[in-house]
């Protein structure tokens, strides 16, 4: 094994290519850098390209549409390439266009320290026995102990199901809605002005994840994962009845005996006698 060969295995370089390194640096005849082409602009050309792309006329325009509108006008400065290697040069290849821009959302902060403060609710769809029909399960939760306070089955997504649910649910939870937040995605349903007005009435603050982002209500949609990878979960419902008997079944089951890793294994049950009375079992 010659030395050559050693030295490649040491440093981990294969041998041709350590050969063909050694072989450019020392060749004196290899060009050590690209020659400056002939008919390249000069420096005072270079600046009147720079400044006609950065006039008012073009500074929203890209390089392409200023190449034709001058040449429509018998005005050559010099290639599509060249305009872009000119604005490279100054740091100035971005987007031209003059577009509108989209509204900033601040990412919603989902913060609960106690039962009831908190709520997250969402709509998802349980297919039917025939083909494109389906229910439409409403779920709502306290994020704080990830208890499932109200659900109902409908055959049909509509704000005006939505809100006596909302309404029974506060009433039957006998929660203050003046410290109670309602958190949801921004569906048709959760941005309706009749749910916003029952809110408002009541004295609830409502928020909403930000458009087109799904993990912005990540805890509803997590219950949801949760029911349908359930191995009794049918791949249809024969009926709205047999939707209802399998929620009632589920929802028992999800807040008494499922160990959730978002409140240290416990069942949703225990995580909210724990904090109302400091006894899991009370």
């Known amino acids: 094994m010659t030395n050559w060969t050693v030295a490649c295995l040491a440093f981990g370089v294969a041998r041709v290519t350590a050969y063909r390194f050694w072989k450019r640096e020392n060749n004196p005849a290899a060009p050590k850098e690209r020659s400056k082409p002939a008919r390249s602009l000069l420096e005072n050309e270079r600046r ?3 400044d006609t792309l950065n006039s008012e006329r073009f500074v929203d ?3 392409l549409e200023v190449f034709a509108t001058l040449l429509d006008e018998g005005v050559y400065l010099c290639s599509i390439s060249t305009m872009y290697r000119v604005l490279d040069g100054n740091q100035e290849v971005r987007e031209r266009r003059n577009q509108a821009r989209h509204i900033e959302y601040a990412k919603p902060e989902l913060l609960a320290t106690g039962p009831n403060e908190l709520w997250s609710w969402d709509i998802t769809k349980l297919r039917g026995a025939a083909k494109w029909s389906c229910f439409y399960l409403y779920v709502i939760m306290d994020v704080f102990s990830r208890y ?3 659900w109902m089955v409908a055959p049909r997504e ?5 809100k006596p649910l909302i309404a029974e649910t506060i009433g039957k939870q006998q929660v203050d809605p ?3 937040t309602i958190h949801a995605d921004r569906g048709s349903s959760m941005k309706s002005k ?7 009435d009541m004295g609830v603050t409502k928020t909403h994840g ?3 982002v799904s993990n912005d209500n990540p805890y509803s949609e997590s219950q949801f994962k949760t029911m349908k990878y359930r191995p009794e979960f049918p791949e249809r419902f024969g009926s709205i009845e047999d939707a209802r008997s399998f929620c009632v079944d589920f929802f028992g089951w999800y807040n008494q005996d499922h160990h959730h890793s978002g409140i240290g294994l416990m069942t949703p049950l225990r995580s909210l006698r724990l904090r109302r009375t400091g006894h899991p079992e009370s």
């Open 61 to 63: 325009t890209a390089p």
């Open 158 to 162: 509509n704000a005006e199901l939505a």
């Open 148 to 150: 499932v306070v109200g």
């Open 194 to 200: 009749c749910v916003a007005m029952l809110l408002s």
């Open 48 to 50: 009147h390209v720079l």
């Open 210 to 212: 930000r458009p087109h």
């Open 178 to 180: 003046s410290v109670l």
